[in-house]
């Protein structure tokens, strides 16, 4: 399985749409809620060796105490433990290379990533790459492999919305080449989710992380699917509690039970369960990775920006699910009010409405907006497949 509706499952069932065959099993063990980490280091670390490549951002993990957690766990396990810092946000595959360097040099058995989806996103391509000699861009991108071995390694999640910490995808930007893809390599081993350590991120980050969490599971839902599929319903679910959180969350800030639910919610909205045995859309991802490949804009704030202009082109081939939707997750009657009470929720939680309005290393010119249009990846399992003219109409209208 590909990472966000990548190219690997555009294909369709020959005479129809019905549910595609599956073989599902569950690599990640994940440990949630309070004391997580003693709870996972006691029953996972022994089992890896001793030199640890112990990574993290920018340095949130040392400012809320995470850091010197984990680095106590890690000496109590008798482990030599090499530092990887610095994963901004948007990894570049320089990162990567920066980081498989020191995982070779330093004869790394295990890699511990510590932070939001941009550092365990790293972390997987980087546990590959340093056991392979091949460029693993080149590997996936053009010679369409995938790898076959990587360190092993585990996710602490500090901020949750991405749910990278229970797939094996990892989405990485390549500056030479002005792309940010997916890639595809193996799920962490286990992941440790405690709401606690989500409590330091600063407001705007954590709704930005929600709204991303929303945004899979429509982008889940509104992919061609047979109906009654049992992933639309439970997709629609998890729409429904996270908005209902996100609302919480918009009262205060620090609810802790919101902020738990939305960690969950995001890990079930991109586990992989959702899309069994199902097409998905995610075009929305696929233009807001390009933009994020040329502007660094932040993951779930351009997606807060394109969902609303990219539904109202879609939503006449998609009428009865855009209905359910509204019905289910915002209280309305028709497809056409359900996608305006979107973009209401998004205008509710303060999240960006413009691409004006995003953070972003360049000014966005239409010229820009069309670079990004005709390097967008298109979706062919949506409710109708765009073209990139269209793409840059839907780029336009969000300016
Ligand atoms: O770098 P530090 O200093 O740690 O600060 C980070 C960063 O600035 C901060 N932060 C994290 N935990 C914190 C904290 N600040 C205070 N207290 C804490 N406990 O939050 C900021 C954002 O972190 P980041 O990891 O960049 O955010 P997010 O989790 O939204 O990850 C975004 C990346 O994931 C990719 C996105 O494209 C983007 O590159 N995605 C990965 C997916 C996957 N692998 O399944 C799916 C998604 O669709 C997405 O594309
Ligand atoms: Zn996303």
Redesign the pocket.
Known sequence: MG??GHDDRTQCNEGGIFMNDFIFSYPTKVYFGKDALKKAAAEQLDAFGSNVLLA??????KR?G?YDEVMQVLKEHGKHVVEFSGIM???TYAKVQEGARLAKENKIDFILAV?????I?CCKIVAAQAMSEEDIWEMEHSARRFPQQAIPMGAIV??S????EM?G???ITNEDLHLKAGMGAFPPAFAVLDPA??M???RM?VL??AF?TLS?AMETYLGNSDEDNVSDDVALAIMRNTVVNMRRLLKDIDDIQARSNLMWDSAMA?NGILKVGRLTDFQA?QIE?QL?AYTDCN??QGLAVIHPAYYRHIMNDAKEKFTRFARVVFGKESAEEGIEALAAFIEECGLPTKLSQLRSTTEITPELLRKVADSTNIINSNPRALDADEIYDILMECR
């Open positions: 990472v966000n993290y951002g920018g340095g949130s993990v809320n995470i946000s948007n990894p932070g939001g989806g941009s550092v996103d500090t901020a919305g991405t749910g990278s797939n995808g990892a989405v350590y989500t330091s991120v600063p980050q930005s992380g991303d899979h991109e991802h990775h994020g993951h779930g």
